[in-house]
């Protein structure tokens, strides 16, 4: 096929992906990959088309190949690391994100989205390190200011993320990750009605429907509790089943003194032993007595 022919293919497969139309886009790629597959930008375009139609191993396999086929270009390791991602593998996600980074050094989309990655899926102080340099490397990034958050949170440094994500949401209010770590971080911190808020701005966003549900749960049980604790039986507080209990151990101590006692009074039994058994008792109530 003609060199020419391979790019108008590769052209048209990129401008169906842009239109959300993946089955065409890979059809056109298919083409593209069938005359010239050991073309690198071939197999990414495929790879693109693989991923956005849901075949998420085969795409994965395919933005591999594209690595391989061209070792040199961050972009093809980007691209790789995303499809790495999607497919589970985080090992091989990390290396190549470390390499992208190492062939595009200071690259502000690369280190931020590094960094993301590593506080999503990895430890939050080596997340905290690498979201300071992609801060560092291009501040007018959401989703460096949102990974800094994010590492900062699970570290809780709660009033630090808190700045972070606002600076995120200043830069794009509609950024979904932002919106969604800070409203994690209100129901963290207990703000309920802030966090359930922004939750209902989230509602129509796949990928934060784990996070509504959690915060609509956390907002119920939180109104629940309030309510019991108002009526008194809720953490102890007022005629609670802690109180019941206590309330019959010393009913059961007073009716055994009283009956020691009266048993004690026909026998005309005043002994040592009796006396003993007496204070003994004694001691348990008034230990309850003063308890209460």
Do not use: C
Request: proline share 2%; glycine share 8%.
């Amino acid at each position: 096929m003609d060199p020419a022919e391979v790019n108008r293919l590769i052209e048209e497969s990129l401008a169906a992906l842009h239109d959300q139309e993946p089955l065409r886009a890979l059809s056109l790629a298919d083409q593209a990959a069938e005359a010239a597959g050991e073309i690198a930008t071939v197999r990414a375009v495929r790879a693109l088309a693989l991923l956005a139609s849901g075949s998420t191993v085969a795409g994965f396999d395919e933005a591999r190949v594209a690595a391989e086929l061209d070792g040199e270009n961050a972009g093809f390791q980007l691209l790789l690391a995303r499809a790495a991602v999607a497919a589970g593998r985080m090992t091989l996600a990390q290396e190549s994100y470390e390499r992208a980074l190492a062939l595009e050094p200071g690259d502000g989309e690369i280190g931020a989205e590094f960094a993301w990655f590593l506080a999503a899926h990895r430890g939050p102080k080596l997340a905290l390190a690498a979201a300071q340099r992609a801060v560092a490397d291009d501040d007018r990034s959401p989703l460096a200011w949102t990974a800094l958050g994010t590492a900062e949170f699970r570290l809780r440094r709660f009033a630090a993320a808190r700045t972070s994500l606002a600076r995120a949401l200043k830069l794009d209010p509609n950024f979904v990750r932002a919106q969604s770590m800070m409203a994690l971080l209100l129901d963290e911190r207990g703000r309920t009605r802030e966090a359930v808020a922004l939750a209902r701005l989230l509602e129509d966003q796949p990928e934060a429907q784990e996070l509504v549900e959690t915060i609509r749960e956390h907002a119920t049980h939180r109104e629940l509790a309030g309510r019991l604790a108002e009526r008194g039986i809720y953490e102890g507080r007022g005629a609670g089943a802690g109180e019941y209990v206590a309330r019959y151990q010393g009913a059961v101590l007073l009716v055994g003194l009283l009956l020691w006692l009266l048993f004690t009074a026909v026998r005309f039994d005043f002994g040592l032993g009796s006396v003993l058994v007496s204070i003994g008792l004694i001691a348990l109530l008034v230990r309850w007595w003063l308890a209460e």
